[in-house]
């Protein structure tokens, strides 16, 4: 009878964040005993909380980045042609080093981001906390049908 597209109606209202799924594995499941906890791995659970908060910090600001980045670099790399053609339109060789003059920043810039972001990954690291995450979520994987059947 009508025919609706269905994209709208089965998306999510809010992508899962990695945040979100460890909360929601660790507070759906508390009460099972083979879920593994913060204390196997060495670490309490407020320093994993804190942990976790500082990690999806960093995945926000890397995706926010992925995002408005390239704006950006786009903004910065046009001004210098867009001047030279406005101040003077005879000279095409002045024209096409602005090109250069433009990529120039736009390269240093990306690579101080790829530099901070490196720097800001491997400053936030720690060994324990990403066990824990990886089994939380293998332990969910596994689980999932089990616990979905109850």
Request: proline share 5%; net charge neutral; aromatic share 12%.
């Amino acid at each position: 009878m009508f025919n609706i597209d269905r994209k709208y109606i089965d998306t999510p209202l809010f992508e899962e964040t990695l945040q979100s799924r460890i909360i929601t594995i660790r507070s759906k499941y508390k009460n099972d005993p083979t879920l593994p906890h913060a204390s196997h791995f060495g670490i309490s659970d407020e320093e994993f909380d804190e942990y976790i908060d500082r990690k999806q910090d960093l995945l926000e600001w890397q995706k926010d980045m992925k995002r408005r980045g390239p704006l950006w670099l786009v903004i910065l790399f046009c001004i210098p042609p867009v001047i030279i053609t406005w101040q003077n339109k005879d000279n095409d060789l002045l024209f096409w080093l602005s090109f250069l003059a433009g990529a120039l920043p736009c390269f240093v810039l990306w690579l101080i981001y790829k530099l901070i972001a490196r720097q800001r990954e491997k400053r936030l690291h720690d060994d324990r906390c990403e066990r824990y995450i990886e089994a939380l979520q293998q332990w969910a994987d596994k689980h999932a049908d089990k616990h979905a059947d109850k």
